[in-house]
Each structure stands twice: as C-alpha cells, then as structure tokens.
C-alpha cells in the first residue's frame, strides 16, 4: 500500500506494510501496534515519532525479530528487508541479519555496555560476533578506526577505559561505533539521546546524521521529540496508539501539519524562549489504553477539532502526493483520496 507513495520505492530495503502487534498477558490482550507502514530506501533517514507508549519501540524490535516468543503475536501484509521476508526468516537468518545487516541502538543506555569491560574490548566484541576469524592487529586496528568514526578523540587511550570513567555522551559515541561494527545497510536508533543533555544531544544526532550520510546507510530515528526527528531525517511518521496516523517528507510535515496530535506534539516541543524551569508541555489529555482502544479514532477525546463521526468510525487517509495522515477533518480542497 504505502510502498506505492514513495518515490524511491524502487530501491526500498525495508518495507512494514499494515504491522500489527499484540501481547497475550495473563490480564488480557494488549494491541502494541494496530496498523504501521512505511519504507525506507538505501540512504534515507526516517523518524518515528509519538508520544510514550505509541509502539515505536515495538515496531522496532518486530523488525528486529526481538519481540518475545511467547507473548507477542506479530502479524503484516508485508514486514520485508531487502529479499528477505522478516516475518517468516528461520532464526538463523534472522541472526545474521541482526547486527550485521540491520543494527539497533537501544532505549536503555545503560543495559547497552557492559560496566565491567573495557570498552575497546566491547567494541572488539561487536566486530567479532560477525567477523570471527580476524587476528589480533587487524582488530585493534579496526576498533580505533570504529572510535575515530564515531569521532572519540584520543581513541588509543579511551579504549582502554570502562564505561563509568566516560561521559554519557563518550558511552553514547561507543554504543554507536558498537552498532556499527558490522557495517550495517539500516540503523534503528531508538531514543538516542533521551538520556542526554540539550548541547551532546545536539552533537549525537549531528553524528548519527553525518555517518548515516557517509556510509549510505538507512536509518530509523525513533524519538517522543518532533523537534528531534526535525534533525537529519527526510521523512517521519507520526506513531498515535500504535497507528502511523500521518507521514510526510520532514519539510512537508513542518510546513503543514495535517493530523491534529501532530501539531499537538509540535506545540509540545521544548523551545529556547522558554523561560528557565519552566515545565515541558506535553500533548493535553491520557493516552488510551492499549487493552481497549476505542472505535473510530483514537485522539479523539483529546482532539479539539472532533465532531461526532471521530467517535464511530476510523477516518479516512488524506493523501497529498507521499503526504498522508488519517482524519476526519477536511480542512481544505486539496486533500485528495
Ligand atoms: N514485552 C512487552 N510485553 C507486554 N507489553 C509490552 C511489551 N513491550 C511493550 N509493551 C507495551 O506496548 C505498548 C507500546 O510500547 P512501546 O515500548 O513500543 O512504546 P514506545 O512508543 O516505544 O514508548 P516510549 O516512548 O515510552 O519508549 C505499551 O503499552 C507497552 O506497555
Ligand atoms: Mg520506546
């Protein structure tokens, strides 16, 4: 379905069309994700945007293949990475793929590395698992080479250093050049710089942009933060209970947000004029349960343009060249469908 609204369609490595996930817990069923497509073509940034609990991480770790066995029922028109069909790759190929071809920075920065190793022996690590056989030299060599890449000065003298005696934007810079060890075709960074401040928060996406660039590389930068996903992307998606609910390339969206939670997060993006210590705001009203979501669309509640068909009904997808979002609201001519 979405495929067709990318102009690059030709050359996509990955394509989600229609994922659904749902976890089966002791207290019922849980609808993480409820209907996500996109794309993403050889050397494009997407963002992933959406408030806490919208599913990005889920739909990352589907991808991933990371989901739990167990619990979690995955289920796509299509969930495809280059020829390989993700939803129905042995575990084999799933490991090779993983890592190795389709890296992930994960949420949690601190389960990330391991506090008592030295990080260059982290590093060496992370090359290894997909290139056992190289000797020694070769793989010092390749590991200063990976720390010169995710630009850590004196690389030679930080390997020999543990997690704890680096700054968290240093440990950030590692778990990057972790990532990449393989020299993967598609990076998910998911939430890379949550646990960061403003200024190294800057510095950390100007790097993942510089290097997505460089190496051509796909990359997915998932982030609660629109004016985050504004940096180094050509696309985003806005997540809402677990729906991409509106999509565009990043200029579209910031010249004409269509979908009101999107210009509801916009409204929420921390600004420079704010005066200092003074609360974030966040998008008004509760997020709803994903046990039980409710029919038709499901801002509505915490929507100001709702009217009575928002409750009933799932709205229809607008559709402006590769612009879409989901709503009622016809706000002007041009939207066609
Ligand atoms: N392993 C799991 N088992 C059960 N429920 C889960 C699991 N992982 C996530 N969920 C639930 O799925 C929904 C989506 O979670 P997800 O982690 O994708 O949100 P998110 O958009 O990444 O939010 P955040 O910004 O807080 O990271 C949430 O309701 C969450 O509680
Ligand atoms: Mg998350």
Known sequence: MHSSLSPSSVTDILEVDDLHVDFELPRGRLHAVRGASFSLGSGESLGIVGESGSGKSVTSRAIMGLL??????????????????????????????????????????????????????????????????????????????????????????RIRLYPHQLSGGMRQRIVIAMALAANPSILIADEPTTSLDVTVQAEILDLLGDLQEERGMGMILVTHDLGVAAWHTNRIMVMYAGRGVEHATTADLFEDMRMPYTRALFDSIPRVDMPPGSLLKSVEGRPVDPSNPPPGCAFRERCHLAVEICGTTAPPRRQVGSHWWDCWDDQEEKSVK
């Open 68 to 157: 739990p066995a167990t619990t979690a029922r995955v289920k796509a028109r299509t969930l495809r990475y280059g020829q390989h069909d993700l939803l129905d790759a042995p575990e084999r190929v799933m490991r090779r793929l993983r890592g190795g071809e389709i890296a992930m920075i994960y949420q949690d920065p601190m389960r990330a590395l391991n506090p008592i190793m030295r990080v260059g022996d982290q590093v060496a690590e992370a090359i290894r698992a997909h290139e056992p056989s190289l000797g020694r030299k070769e793989l010092s060599t390749r590991v200063v080479g990976l720390l010169d890449a995710v630009r850590i000065p004196d690389a030679n003298k």
